[in-house]
């Protein structure tokens, strides 16, 4: 399958939407459909994650075809090189390769991005970057939006973050580019490598991040050679490795695994293994083997359940 080229954003088919009529199309709604959620009292489902305490609104099904829609137009727009977050071929694992070991590295994100991303943000780009009609900018920041703010369990906030704020990333960048650092950013985590990566620089781009009424926290610093973990990504001189945390959640589940005779618990434990396992093996080639094993484990399983 050949890869989705990006274009810029005038030729988005969410550019200089006109009417009403024009974004329902888009969407593919009825007229109808886009009063219905235009005009309904909630929108989303909600609860709280119970590692994080933090509140999850999730769209329900007819606006969360909007926000998938919506994120895949916005993620075909062309982007900054630094952007490794809602981009085809780019991931949490590109946006690690990019930082060398053997220089300073330094790291820091947005407090509660999507809750204090504002509706007006979001507005604010789709009126004067997409040149969309008032009235159609204004629904697009409602049906994007809850509560005044990007959605946590929404499938269009990571992009759609981006470019509602992309005057301050451009901004940032613009800044590392000056300190000689090479600088990247996965949804809100931004990391910065190069002889300029320095407390500093944290100070200043805290200062960017003020300007737009964002909070920037958990800064931290790596001197050269010193191993980083870069979004659950551990950099080091050899190469790329699991970071700890991420290795011990699959040894306390392979623990639980040896542990367990029964069949059906088996295969319910090594399904949710075998997730984990393939994406270390992305970090981390050599994990392959131990997940290429549990995958012919899981394979013997089901057949002997098969025949029983």
């Known amino acids: 399958m050949p890869e989705r080229r990006s274009y810029p954003r005038d030729q988005s088919r969410l550019y200089k939407v006109k009417s009403p009529a024009q974004l329902a199309d888009i969407f593919f709604l009825q007229p109808h459909e886009l009063d219905l959620l235009l005009d309904a009292n909630e929108n989303y489902i909600r609860w709280t994650d119970k590692k994080t305490g933090r509140e999850i609104q999730r769209p329900k099904p007819l606006l969360e075809k909007v926000h998938r829609r919506a994120g895949m137009l916005l993620s075909r727009i062309e982007t900054p090189d630094f952007l490794h977050s809602a981009i085809k071929g780019r991931s949490y694992i590109s946006n690690a390769q990019r930082h060398m070991p053997d220089e300073p590295t330094?790291?820091?994100?947005?407090?509660?991005?999507?809750?204090s991303a504002r509706a007006q943000a979001v507005f604010h780009f789709f009126r004067d970057r997409m040149l969309c009609d008032g009235d159609v900018a204004g629904m697009l920041a409602r049906l994007l939006t809850v509560d005044g703010h990007l959605a946590t369990g929404s499938s269009v906030s990571p992009i759609l973050s981006f470019f509602a704020y992309e005057d301050m990333f451009t901004d940032i960048e613009a800044l590392a580019i000056e300190r000689g650092c090479e600088m990247t950013c996965y949804v809100d985590d931004?990391?910065?490598t190069g002889p300029g990566a320095t407390r500093r620089l944290i100070y200043d781009i805290i200062q960017?991040?003020?300007?737009?009424?964002?909070?920037?926290?958990?800064?931290?610093?790596?001197?050269?050679g010193q191993p980083k973990v870069i979004t659950g990504v551990a950099v080091i001189r050899v190469g790329q490795r699991l970071p700890n945390r991420r290795q011990k959640t699959i040894a306390d589940e392979m623990d639980v695994l040896k542990s367990t005779r029964?069949?059906?618990?088996?295969?319910?434990?090594?399904?949710?293994?075998?997730?984990?396992?393939?994406?270390?093996?992305q970090v981390d080639s050599s994990w392959y083997v131990t997940a290429d094993a549990m995958a012919d484990e899981k394979r013997g399983l089901e057949r002997r359940s098969a025949r029983a």
Request: charged share 35%; aromatic share 14%.
């Open 106 to 115: 330094a790291k820091i994100d947005v407090r509660k991005f999507y809750p």
């Open 190 to 192: 931004m990391v910065f």
């Open 208 to 224: 960017i991040v003020r300007q737009y009424r964002l909070w920037g926290h958990k800064t931290k610093l790596f001197k050269p």
């Open 262 to 281: 029964d069949d059906a618990e088996r295969l319910a434990i090594i399904r949710r293994l075998l997730g984990r396992l393939y994406e270390a093996a």
